[in-house]
């Protein structure tokens, strides 16, 4: 009976001192960030009906709030999910054709509210031989870029934040 704890109760220690921890399957991870993923999808879609049929600017920035949240929740889920698929060894890029400005200026408006509350100014710039389109795995690009731009926009004072695009031979 020594092996069983009273729920509720702090992790033991071992015979070393050190804290036994649980460890929970990756199989059991995706597939509860799964389901929680589809919740999140009918509440950004109930969200967008409610700002589609609000009557005031104030409904729709509500939903907007509701529609935003949980976007960025979804975003947590997926990388939830990508470390679960890595640890099983099953983490494949999913390569097709994109817009890399495109998807650099989508993440840098993600951010922009967060940046403009701090004053902090934000740019973009590709050079010139940058192609339009590329052929890589764009949710793994603004996974990697929000992530980066997150950080830069919490731990950034004053000034600016500047992505700058350059082809690499």
């Known amino acids: 009976m020594d092996d069983f704890r009273e729920l509720g109760?702090?992790?033991?220690?071992?015979?070393?001192?050190?804290?036994?921890?649980?460890?929970v399957d990756a199989d059991v991870l995706a597939?509860?960030?799964h389901q929680i993923r589809n919740?999140?999808?009918a509440?950004?879609?109930?969200?967008?009906?409610l700002s589609a049929g609000a009557e005031t600017s104030e409904e729709r920035e509500l939903a907007a709030i509701v529609e935003t949240g949980a976007e960025h929740v979804a975003r947590i889920i997926d990388e939830w999910l990508d470390s679960a698929t890595i640890e099983n060894g099953e983490f494949e890029l999913?390569?097709?054709p994109f817009d890399v400005r495109s998807t650099v200026e989508s993440c840098l408006g993600l951010v922009s509210e967060a940046a403009g509350a701090k004053g902090l100014d934000i740019s973009f710039s590709a050079a010139p031989d940058v192609p339009n389109v590329v052929i890589g795995d764009s949710r793994r690009l603004e996974q990697i870029l929000l992530t980066l731009l997150h950080g830069a926009v919490d731990r950034t004072y004053r000034g600016g934040i500047g992505v700058d695009s350059a082809r690499r031979a």
């Open 31 to 33: 597939d509860l960030g």
């Open 39 to 41: 919740q999140l999808n």
């Open 43 to 49: 509440v950004v879609g109930a969200a967008g009906l």
């Open 9 to 23: 109760a702090a992790p033991a220690d071992d015979a070393d001192g050190h804290r036994n921890i649980v460890h």
């Open 94 to 96: 999913a390569l097709h």
